[in-house]
Structures are given as C-alpha cells and as structure tokens.
C-alpha cells in the first residue's frame, strides 16, 4: 500500500499571502496524483490532477509540480475561499489520500 | 450534469450488515471506473473500495477486505457497496466517486453528497 505524507499538518497564513503544501509519496507514483480542497459540510472538489493540470474551472493561483515521491500543491495569493482543508491522492496503485493539511488564516 | 446521490445509509449494530447504492446520471457510467470513499467524523478521506468497468475487477482498502464487496449494474447506472460485519470503526459518512478518465489512473472528478453511516450498539 501506497502511504501519503502530507505536511504541514495546519498552515496559518493571511490572504494574499502564498500557501505551499507538500505530499510525500512511500513509493513512486510517478505523475499519477492529485489534489483536493475540502470546505466544511462538502464533498471534496479536485483541483489538480496529473501532478501539474488543473481541473476545470480552477483558479490559475493553484498550481501542482512534482513526479515520482515528492510533490507541491501551490495556492498564490490566498483569497478568503480558498481556507480549507487539502488532500492529496495517488492513482498508481488503486486510491490513497494523504492525512490532510488544513489551511487557516 | 453529471449527478451521484447515494442512498441506504443508516444506524447498525456492530456486527450486522447494510449495502449502500450510488445512482449516476448525466455521464455514460459504464464507461468510467467507480470509488467509495469514507470519512470519519472530524478525519480525514479514507479511500474504501474501487471496481474498473465492466466491473473486471475491484480494489479494497485492507481496513474493509473480506468484509465489504463493491459491484455495479451498468443497466441501472449504479455503483453498491456490500458491507458485513460492520464495527464502530465503519461509522463515517461515505461518498460514491466518479473517475475522471475512462482510461484508469486518475481521480475522481465528481462526488455524492454522502450517506452516514453509523455502527452503534
């Protein structure tokens, strides 16, 4: 099985200030992950996929880099929105999601 | 618009057995892969359980095998999730998840709202 690492666990920042995620893989996943944002009472929304593409209707201030075990979810210029909770996933080996990173201003 | 709405969520005993239905419209549903994902109370996602089209084959997480069975009924457009042997550590609420590609390897574009599950004596 596939673990995720997400850190930091809790991310303070303002808006306008530039949130950076980071999800380690126990294994290679190569490009096949993801990420999400989860707001309170809601299914989680996906964000990025393949690494680097955004999904449809995404805002260009998320951006995904990263391949094999260590990947970046960045979010620039915080807006009040965008204080959720992320996760990240892979899809090499069936599903797994990361423990979480919550970002709070 | 592509729609999931889970049904059959309820309170169980520890022990007893309850199966949960995804019904998909608004996207051809034999052609994409399918996913249960649960999340406890105040935790996080926890992937359960996945089946590839034409339901050749499924995944499950090691926290459910043996105990739960993911099938699909591509006629009626709906994803189950067969659940025995239910412990309180099943309790959470529990989304059915539609993938992104037809292809496999990818993740999951649409969700339900999610049904409760509650394993409770």
């Known amino acids: 099985e596939i673990v995720l690492t997400q850190s930091p666990a809790t991310l303070s920042l303002s808006p306008g200030e530039t949130a950076t995620l980071s999800c380690r893989a126990s294994q290679s996943v190569g490009t096949y992950l993801a990420w999400y944002q989860q707001k309170p009472g809601q299914a989680p929304r996906l964000l990025i996929y393949d690494a680097s593409n955004r999904a449809t209707g995404i805002p260009a201030r998320f951006s995904g880099s990263g391949s094999g075990t260590d990947f970046t979810l960045t979010i620039n210029s915080l807006e009040p929105e965008d204080f959720a909770v992320y996760y990240c996933?892979?899809?090499?080996?069936?599903?797994?999601f990361g423990g979480g990173t919550k970002v709070e201003i | 618009e592509v729609q999931l709405v889970e049904s059959g969520g309820d309170l169980v005993q520890p022990g007893g057995s309850l199966r949960l239905s995804c019904a998909a419209s608004?996207?051809?549903?034999?052609?994409?892969?399918m996913h249960w994902v649960r999340q406890a109370p105040g935790k996080g996602l926890e992937w359960v359980s996945g089946i590839c089209t034409g339901g050749g084959c499924a995944g499950y997480a090691d926290s459910v095998k043996g105990r739960f069975t993911i099938s699909r009924d591509d006629a009626r457009k709906s994803l189950y999730l067969q659940m025995n042997s239910l412990t309180v550590e099943d309790t959470a609420l529990y989304y059915c998840?539609?993938?992104?590609?037809?292809?496999?390897?990818?993740?999951?574009?649409?969700w339900g709202q999610g049904i409760l599950v509650t394993v409770s004596s």
């Open positions: 608004g996207f051809t549903f034999y052609e994409y892969p």
């Open positions: 998840g539609k993938e992104l590609s037809r292809h496999g390897h990818s993740p999951l574009d649409y």
């Open positions: 996933q892979q899809r090499s080996d069936w599903l797994t």
